[in-house]
């Protein structure tokens, strides 16, 4: 069954350390595609990465890599450097090709706490 | 700068009174979903709609609950009646599925309804 877990409920910080939140998931499509969204204290879900399974390249943009490691079923998630800005929720998603809706599994979810 | 936006944004209720929802996808999204948060169950998928059609509302409670797209710029969520276990922050969000399925992109969320039933 598909399935993602965030194992860190929440993780303080102080301003400027790196962090890094994990994600395992769970599927037996050969094409899926995962993502990370931020959810702020405003509420909103705000989009910052799709990767799809044929894609195992790590990506960084800015402050922020991810690490998708197909053999480890994990698609974990870096800030450098963190800023107090970065708090908030941050969840992964895992979407299955199979399913035919691409609907989303979530995580959890992590709550970033960035201490000045 | 397309959004997906949802009203109203805040609703105070009382139980037993219908609430309706109301979400506009992103201009050329063909898929649309309703999600409800709240602290004990996270994110929930309660509904599902491809061009217009609804392909799964397995997570929605029927006796209560609808949803409905009745044209490409509008989905609806409503509940009647409502009770305090609704009390939740509903997500809509919409994304595109390429021709034929072959490929998805990723969903963009509306700012949420925040509805809570005194």
């Known amino acids: 069954a598909q399935k993602v877990t965030q194992a860190q409920t929440e993780i303080s910080v102080v301003e400027k350390e790196d962090v890094t939140l994990d994600c395992v998931y769970e599927?037996?499509?050969?094409?899926?595609?995962l993502f990370w969204y931020k959810q702020p204290p405003s509420g909103e879900l705000v989009f910052l990465i799709r990767?799809?399974?044929?894609?195992?390249q790590n990506e960084i943009s800015g402050r922020y890599s991810w690490n998708f490691q197909k053999s480890t079923s994990s698609f974990n998630f870096t800030i450098t450097a963190s800023q107090v800005v970065d708090s908030a929720v941050y969840f992964c998603?895992?979407?299955?090709?199979?399913?035919?809706?691409?609907?989303?599994?979530f995580g959890t979810g992590t709550r970033l706490k960035v201490l000045a | 700068d397309a959004r997906v936006t949802q009203t109203p944004r805040h609703k105070v209720t009382e139980m037993g009174q219908e609430v309706t929802m109301r979400c506009q996808p992103i201009?050329?999204?063909?898929?649309v979903f309703w999600y409800r948060q709240t602290m004990m169950q996270g994110l929930e998928l309660l509904a599902y709609?491809?061009?217009?059609?609804?392909?799964?509302d397995s997570g929605m409670p029927k006796d209560r609950f609808s949803a409905e797209m009745p044209d490409a710029t509008l989905a609806t969520l409503k509940i009647q009646p409502s009770e305090p276990r609704d009390s939740a922050v509903y997500f809509c969000?919409?994304?595109?599925?390429?021709?034929?399925?072959?490929?998805?992109?990723?969903?963009?969320f509306g700012p949420g309804t925040r509805l809570t039933v005194l």
């Open positions: 599927t037996r499509d050969t094409t899926y595609y």
């Open positions: 998603a895992l979407s299955e090709r199979a399913s035919g809706t691409y609907k989303y599994i």
């Open positions: 201009l050329g999204h063909n898929t």
């Open positions: 709609f491809r061009n217009r059609a609804p392909l799964d």
């Open positions: 990767r799809n399974s044929f894609d195992e």
């Open positions: 969000a919409s994304g595109l599925v390429q021709a034929g399925g072959s490929s998805y992109n990723e969903q963009f």
